[in-house]
């Protein structure tokens, strides 16, 4: 079966343009993930969908950063007017449920450059 | 708050020898701790993980971890290093709120196998 799919796999984009990241989770998994990996860091959590239930967005690290999912399908981050910070690997991960014991399956990220 | 540090960043053993890579862990309650594998321009894949049962985790690939809570921590291990196990190793711990299973990872170890 497959796995977690992202898209596109690199982007490359100037300082103040939107940039919009697509994720595709496996078939059936309910939670949905968003993280950031920057140069030499670990993995920061961004946002977190539940079904239906409203998203969790304490991450996000400014209203620059918003993400939509439809049901349980799809997912996209959005970044508007882009800033040199934000280049990084944006990593999704999607799991079959939530709970303390769940196992996050990863994609293979998209690599986000802002010149 | 929880978190998680690896100790240090770069790792160099030789084909056949030991793989130790270090992971102490930060939790008010008892954690949930993992441990992933990121191969070049791939997704992170679930190496092991410990959620209270038995202290010592077997893993995919040879790998294994001991759980120490007097240590508070999480030490990845594998007898005899091979030369596919070249890759970074992130240790991670999770933090189930009810509203997601928020995984908190450390800058991650990267693992030198060389001839």
């Known amino acids: 079966g497959a796995g977690v799919s992202q898209s596109p796999s690199n982007k490359v984009t100037e300082k103040g343009k939107d940039v919009e990241l697509r994720c595709d989770p496996i078939?059936?998994?309910?939670?949905l993930y968003w993280y950031r990996q920057r140069l030499g860091q670990g993995l920061e959590f961004l946002i977190y969908f539940q079904g239906n239930s409203a998203p969790d967005k304490s991450g996000l690290p400014s209203d620059r950063f918003s993400a939509e999912r439809t049901g349980e399908s799809v997912s996209t981050l959005t970044i508007q007017r882009t800033q040199q910070e934000d280049s990084a690997v944006y990593l999704c991960?999607?799991?079959?449920?939530?709970?303390?014991?769940?196992?996050?399956?990863f994609g293979p990220g998209t690599r986000l450059l802002v010149l | 708050a929880q978190s998680v540090t690896q100790l240090g960043s770069h790792v160099s053993v030789s084909e056949g020898a030991l793989v130790l890579l270090r992971c102490n862990y930060s939790s008010s309650v008892p954690p949930y701790l993992f441990w992933y594998v990121q191969y070049p321009n791939q997704g992170l894949q679930l190496l092991l993980k410990?959620?209270?049962?038995?202290?010592l985790v077997k893993g995919i690939n040879g790998f294994e971890a001991e759980f120490k809570k007097s240590e508070t921590s999480f030490h990845l291990t594998k007898p005899s290093a091979h030369m596919r196990d070249a890759a970074e190793y992130f240790c991670?711990?999770?933090?189930?709120?009810?509203?997601?299973?928020?995984?908190?990872f450390g800058t991650g170890t990267q693992l030198k196998v060389e001839l």
């Open positions: 078939s059936g998994h309910t939670a």
């Open positions: 991960a999607s799991s079959f449920t939530s709970g303390s014991q769940e196992t996050q399956y």
């Open positions: 410990y959620t209270s049962a038995a202290t």
């Open positions: 991670a711990v999770s933090r189930f709120t009810g509203g997601g299973n928020k995984l908190t």
